[in-house]
C-alpha cells in the first residue's frame, strides 16, 4: 500500500516537473492579446514555448476554444478542438471551429508537446471577443448636427445624450465610430485612452469602428454620453495643396451602446434622433496641420445634464451605408514616453522657449492656473536657427499652434484633442510665470506597437544614430506611417514606408500596424494595378505609379513575410501584388518600363555639391526597370509560397526578359551601366539584374565610386537602404563600416554630429556652415534614411531569419569599424533571439539566445584556426551543436534553442 502511494507520488511529481519543463506564454490573437472586438472570421492564432531544456522543438499541439470560460477548462461545449496535432506550427494556427459569431467572447487555451517528450500545461484561458460581424448588426443611425456648418473652419461639435440604467449593468460595450476624431465620454469620463480614433483608413471603402468594455462606467439611474467630433483626417487640412473636407462636409457619429442587466436584460442606447447637438463646447477649432483652440471655461458645457438647456440642438439622422464598417486590424494610438523640459530659456529675438531634449511626436501637457480668459499659446518647431532663435518655416503652411483660454476656476489640465505636433521646442506666449516639469511636459503619442529590438554598440554616436531611427519611427507611426509629421504633409507615402519596414520591424512588432496599411494600399489601388504614392490615397491620379513607390505593393507584402511568416497575410496581398506587376507589364514596351512619372533616387547627394562632377545622377527608367525585376522577383516568390504554380512559370520567364531588356538597354558589354552612381551599381547588384560573371566588377567599380567621394555615400531614398548591404555581400564589409562611421556630409553620423535626435529628410537638413536646406522641403523628421538600421542588425550583430517569421535564424555577426562590442536582441514571433560580441584583447565572447521551436545557423567569422568554446567546453563536445564546419576561414554550426556562450 504505502509502496503504491509512493509510485503514485514519484509518477505524479515527474509529470508535474515534465510540465514544469515545457510552457506555453505570451498567446496572441491576430497580432493582439486579448484583443475586443475583432471582424476577422478566422483568426489566427500564436503562442510562444518556454523550455528549460536547450534544443526544444514542438512537435504537437493541441487547441480548444470555447464561449465560456469554465467549459473550456472542463473541455465541454467547445467551439473548437482541434485535438492533438503533430505539427511544429505555434504561430498563425487559423481557427477552425464553429462559425463565429457576432459580440461573442471565445476562450482559448492550447497545450504542446516537444522531442524531449514534455508535455506543457494548458496554457492560461485568453480570449478573443467580436464585434459587429455584420452590416445588420448595427441598430444605431448615423448623426449630424442639423445646422450645416458646409466644411467650414468652426468649434468640435458635441453630440449628447442622457439614458436612465434599471438597475446594476452586467455588461456593457460601446461600438462607435465618426467621420471626422471622436472624444466619447460616460459619465464625464473619457472612454478608452486612444486618440486619433476610429483612425485614418480609406474612409469611403474603409471606416474602422472601436469596441470598448464600458460595464464599470455605467452605474443604475442617470447616465449621460458626451461625443466630441473634432475635424481630423475627414474634414480637415489635408496634402499640402491646402484640401479641406477631402472626404466629406459635415462630421457625424455612430454610436451603439448594448447593455446587459445582472438580470439577463438587455438594452441598446444608440445614436438617433433623440440626442442633441452643440456647437458651445471648448474645443473652438482643430486642425491637424494647424492646431487647436481650447476654451477651458466652456468645460462646464460637457458637464453630465439633460442636454436641455440653450445651445443644445436637434440632431438629424442620415442614412449612410454601413458596409464599409470594419474593426480596427492595427494596435491604437495612445499616450508613450514624457518629457521635463530640459531647458526653459529665452532666446536672442526674446522669445520664451522650452526644450524637450527630444524631437517627438504628440503634444505638451500645461497644468495652468489663470485668470479666466486669459490666453496661453503654444507653438511648435523642430529645431532652432543658427543664432538661437525659434525656427518654424520648415513646417510650409503647418501653424503646429494650441492656444488655451484658462478658466480661471482652477488649475486648467490643458492638452488638445485632435491634433498632434511634431517639435523638440515650444514657443511660450501669454504666461510669465515659472514652467517646469510640474506643469510643463510634453507627451510621445503613438500607435501601440511593443518595442522589439534593441541594438547597441561601443560607439555612442552609432547609438544615437541607433535612437535617432527609432524615435523616427515613432514619431512618423501614429495611425499610418508616413513621410513626416510635423509640416503640411504628414502623408502615408508609399515608398517611405517600403524603404523602412525592414529597419521598422527590427525596432517593434510593427506586424498589425502594417496588415492595417495595406488594407488600404488593397481598396486604394486602381482598378488597372496602379499604386497611389499615398495609402490612404488623397494624392491626385496622375502622381500615382512611380517606382520604388508603387512597388511597395510586392516589397511590404514580402518583407513582411519574412519578418513574421504569415501565409495569411501574403495570400491577402497577392492579387495586389500581381495586379502592380500586371500593370506595370501593361505600360511597358519590349520589356522596359520607360514611361511614367518617377521620383527617381529621391533626395541624392545633388549636383549642385558635386563638384567633381562625378555624378550622383541616376537614370530614373533605369531605376524603373530594376524595381520592375524586383517586384517581379517577389511577386515569384509569393507564387511559390502560396503554391500557384502556373503563375511561379509565367513570372519567371516574364523576369528573364525584364532583365535581358535591362542588360540590353543599360549595360554595356563589359558591364558599365548607363548611370555611373552608387544608387544605379547598389540597385543592379542587390536585385540580381547582372549576370554572375559581371558582378565582381560592378561591386568594385561601386567600391571605387564609395573611395572617389571620400568615404561619402550619394544615394537618395531608393539606393540608401541596400548600399551597405551589396558592399557587405560583395566582399566589401570594411567600406560599409567606413560608411556608416563617417562623420561628414553626406553621411548618416553627419546629423548625430550637428545634434539630430531624429532621422533628417535631407542629409543636409542643417548645412555645415549651421544654414538650413529649401524651407519647402526640410523635414527633421522623416524615417527613410534611417532604412540602414536593418543593415546594423543583419551585418553587425547579424541577425536574420534563415525561414519566413525566423522559424530558422542566422547569426552571422560581421565585426568591423573597430567597435568593442556590439549586442542586438530581437523579439520574434517565436521569442527572444540575440546576438551580442565583444572584442578585447584579440578574444571574441559571443552571446547568442535561440528561442524553443527554432533552430540557428551560427557563423563564427575568422575562426578558421582558433579553439571555439562555449561556456568553457569544445563546441564538438556541446550537444545541442551539430554540424559544425569550416567554410571560407569561418566556422559555421547548427544550434537548438537556447543560450549559448562562445569565446574565440
Ligand atoms: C515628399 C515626401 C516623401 C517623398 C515624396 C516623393 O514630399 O516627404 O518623403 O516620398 O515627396
Known amino acids: 500500500m504505502r509502496k503504491t502511494s509512493l509510485f503514485l507520488l514519484f509518477i505524479l511529481l515527474s509529470i508535474f516537473v515534465r510540465a514544469q519543463k515545457l510552457q506555453v506564454s505570451e498567446l496572441t490573437c491576430n497580432y493582439k492579446s486579448n484583443p475586443v472586438g475583432i471582424d476577422a472570421l478566422q483568426p489566427q492564432l500564436s503562442w510562444k514555448l518556454e523550455a528549460a531544456e536547450r534544443n526544444t522543438m514542438q512537435t504537437a499541439y493541441e487547441l480548444r476554444v470555447a464561449v465560456s470560460k469554465t467549459d473550456l477548462q472542463n473541455g465541454r461545449q467547445l467551439e473548437w478542438q482541434s485535438g492533438k496535432v503533430n505539427s511544429g506550427q505555434s504561430a498563425h494556427l487559423p481557427y477552425k471551429g464553429a462559425a463565429l459569431k457576432s459580440k461573442t467572447r471565445y476562450y482559448w487555451q492550447v497545450r504542446v508537446w516537444d522531442n524531449h517528450k514534455n508535455t506543457s500545461e494548458w496554457s492560461d484561458v485568453n480570449y478573443w471577443e467580436t464585434g459587429l460581424l455584420t452590416p445588420n448588426d448595427w441598430t444605431a443611425k448615423w448623426i449630424q448636427t442639423s445646422t450645416d456648418t458646409e466644411g467650414k473652419v468652426g468649434p468640435a461639435p458635441m453630440f449628447g445624450r442622457s439614458f436612465d440604467l434599471l438597475g446594476p449593468v452586467k455588461n456593457a460595450r460601446l461600438y462607435i465610430t465618426a467621420h471626422g476624431l471622436y472624444e466619447a465620454k460616460l459619465n464625464g469620463q473619457k472612454v478608452g485612452d486612444h486618440y486619433f480614433t476610429p483612425g485614418w483608413t480609406s474612409y469611403h471603402k474603409r471606416l474602422q469602428y472601436q469596441t470598448y468594455d464600458v460595464t464599470a462606467m455605467l452605474r443604475p439611474g442617470k447616465n449621460a454620453a458626451l461625443v466630441t467630433i473634432g475635424d481630423g483626417w475627414y474634414r480637415g487640412n489635408l496634402e499640402f495643396n491646402h484640401k479641406r473636407n477631402l472626404y466629406g462636409k459635415e462630421v457625424g457619429l455612430l454610436f451603439q451602446l448594448e447593455i446587459e442587466y445582472a438580470n439577463g436584460r438587455k438594452e441598446t442606447i444608440s445614436s438617433d434622433e433623440n440626442w442633441k447637438a452643440s456647437f458651445n463646447g471648448p474645443v473652438k477649432a482643430s486642425d491637424i496641420y494647424n492646431g487647436e483652440t481650447y476654451d477651458a471655461r466652456l468645460e462646464k458645457n460637457t458637464a453630465v445634464q439633460e442636454f436641455t438647456t440653450a445651445g443644445w440642438q436637434k440632431v438629424k439622422t442620415v442614412d449612410f451605408k454601413l458596409d464599409n464598417l470594419v474593426a480596427p486590424i492595427g494596435p491604437a494610438v495612445s499616450k508613450h514616453e514624457r518629457f521635463a523640459p530640459a531647458k526653459v530659456f529665452k532666446t536672442p529675438k526674446g522669445e520664451l522657449v522650452a526644450d524637450f531634449g527630444q524631437n517627438l511626436v504628440g503634444w505638451v501637457q500645461l497644468k495652468l492656473k489663470g485668470k479666466a480668459g486669459d490666453t496661453v499659446t503654444l507653438n511648435h518647431a523642430e529645431v532652432l536657427d543658427k543664432d538661437g532663435n525659434f525656427y518654424t518655416e520648415n513646417l510650409r503652411n503647418a501653424r503646429q499652434e494650441n492656444k488655451y483660454i484658462l478658466s480661471g476656476a482652477k488649475t486648467d489640465v490643458l492638452e488638445p484633442h485632435f491634433t498632434f505636433q511634431g517639435f523638440r521646442y515650444i514657443k511660450i506666449s501669454g504666461y510669465n510665470g515659472k514652467l517646469d516639469s510640474t506643469n510643463l511636459n510634453a507627451i510621445a503619442i503613438y500607435s501601440d506597437m511593443a518595442p522589439s529590438g534593441k541594438f547597441a554598440t561601443s560607439n555612442p554616436l552609432l547609438n544615437q544614430l541607433q535612437s ?80 520604388g513607390w508603387g512597388d511597395v505593393a510586392t516589397i511590404i507584402p514580402w518583407d513582411f513575410y519574412q519578418a513574421y511568416g504569415d501565409k495569411a497575410l501574403l495570400a491577402r496581398q497577392y492579387n495586389s501584388m500581381k495586379a502592380w506587376v500586371e500593370y506595370i507589364r501593361s505600360i511597358s514596351k519590349n520589356n522596359l518600363w520607360n514611361s511614367g512619372p518617377h521620383y527617381g533616387d529621391w533626395l541624392f547627394y545633388t549636383m549642385a555639391d558635386d563638384r567633381d562632377g562625378k555624378a550622383a545622377i541616376t537614370d530614373k527608367f533605369f531605376i524603373a526597370q530594376a524595381f520592375y525585376a524586383h517586384s517581379t522577383q517577389n511577386l515569384i516568390n509569393a507564387a511559390k509560397v502560396l503554391g500557384n504554380n502556373a503563375d511561379v512559370q509565367t513570372y519567371t520567364e516574364l523576369l528573364k526578359a525584364i532583365k535581358q531588356a535591362f542588360l540590353n538597354e543599360y549595360v554595356t558589354p563589359s558591364g558599365r551601366l548607363v548611370s555611373s552612381s552608387q544608387t544605379a551599381y547598389v540597385l543592379a547588384l542587390n536585385f540580381d539584374l547582372l549576370p554572375e560573371n559581371l558582378r565582381a566588377q560592378a561591386a568594385q567599380r561601386l567600391a571605387d565610386n564609395v573611395a572617389a567621394y571620400g568615404n561619402h555615400l550619394t544615394t537618395g531614398f531608393l539606393g540608401t537602404p541596400y548600399l551597405c548591404h551589396v558592399l557587405s555581400r560583395f566582399g566589401y564589409n570594411d567600406v560599409a563600416y567606413k560608411l556608416l562611421l563617417q562623420e561628414t556630409y553626406p553621411s548618416w553620423l553627419y546629423p548625430v554630429k550637428k545634434g539630430a535626435t531624429t532621422i533628417w529628410e535631407r542629409w543636409d537638413g542643417i548645412k555645415p556652415d549651421g544654414s538650413f536646406q529649401a524651407v519647402s522641403m526640410n523635414s527633421f523628421n522623416h524615417y527613410a534614411y534611417g532604412a540602414i538600421g536593418d543593415w546594423m542588425y543583419r551585418t553587425v550583430t547579424g541577425i536574420t531569419e534563415l525561414e519566413p517569421g525566423y522559424k530558422k535564424i542566422s547569426i552571422a555577426p560581421k565585426p568591423g569599424g573597430n567597435l568593442k562590442n556590439a549586442s542586438a536582441e530581437l523579439q520574434t514571433i517565436y521569442g527572444k533571439v540575440k546576438s551580442s560580441w565583444t572584442i578585447e584583447g584579440g578574444r571574441t565572447k559571443l552571446t547568442v539566445i535561440i528561442p524553443a521551436n527554432t533552430t540557428a545557423k551560427i557563423v563564427l567569422p575568422n575562426t578558421a584556426n582558433l579553439k571555439i568554446t562555449e561556456s568553457g567546453t569544445a563546441i564538438d563536445k556541446i550537444k545541442a551543436i551539430t554540424d559544425v564546419k569550416n567554410v571560407a576561414g569561418n566556422t559555421e554550426l547548427t544550434a537548438g534553442s537556447g543560450t549559448y556562450q562562445f569565446e574565440y
Not at 501 to 513: E, G, H, L, W
Request: with cysteine; net charge negative.
Open 468 to 547: 535617432n531611427i527609432q524615435w523616427g519611427q515613432k514619431g512618423n507611426f501614429v495611425d499610418v506611417p508616413t513621410d513626416c509629421p510635423q509640416r503640411d504633409e504628414r502623408l502615408g507615402w508609399t515608398g517611405d514606408a517600403q524603404v523602412f519596414f525592414k529597419t521598422a520591424a527590427y525596432n517593434m512588432d510593427v506586424a498589425a500596424f502594417f496588415s492595417k496599411w495595406l488594407s488600404d494600399l488593397n481598396v486604394d489601388q486602381h482598378a488597372n494595378g496602379n499604386v497611389p504614392v499615398v495609402i490612404p490615397d488623397v494624392r491626385a491620379i496622375k502622381n500615382a505609379g512611380s517606382a
